[in-house]
């Protein structure tokens, strides 16, 4: 069996990747990074139209930043969660939320999984 970072994409499509942030030079660069190295990426500037896009795609990863002006990012991580997408999907993605918090928040969040 293939380790976790050695599978290949399903279908062969690209992994598709979702960035949540407010900053919109550093959503830039992540996008033309991801992009430059076989993502499928996009870009939300505030916790809501994350967790739109969130529900209308599938996404194998989703970048999220703490401090957006809207909703913070460990309840974006809490929602994602806890969607009836993700109940029935069992590919969920993978929530990494980075920003001023401390580490413990993400932990207790996902159960030490996804968002620390």
């Known amino acids: 069996m293939k380790a976790?970072?050695?599978q290949i994409?399903?279908?062969g499509?690209?992994?598709?990747?979702?960035v949540i942030d407010d900053e919109p030079e550093l959503s830039r660069?992540?996008?033309?990074?991801?992009?430059r190295n076989g993502f499928e990426a996009c870009a939300a500037s505030t916790g809501t139209d994350g967790l739109r896009l969130s529900g209308e795609q599938n996404y194998d990863l989703i970048l999220c930043d703490i401090d957006l002006p809207d909703i913070d990012g460990f309840e974006i991580c809490r929602r994602i969660k806890q969607s009836p997408k993700l109940q029935t999907h069992p590919?969920?993605?993978?929530?990494?939320?980075s920003g001023g918090r401390k580490r413990g928040d993400g932990i207790e969040?996902?159960?030490?999984?996804?968002c620390e």
């Open 4 to 6: 976790q970072s050695e």
């Open 9 to 11: 994409p399903r279908f």
């Open 13 to 18: 499509a690209k992994p598709r990747i979702l």
């Open 29 to 35: 660069l992540l996008l033309t990074v991801l992009k």
């Open 91 to 97: 590919d969920h993605p993978h929530v990494r939320a």
């Open 109 to 114: 969040t996902w159960g030490g999984r996804f």
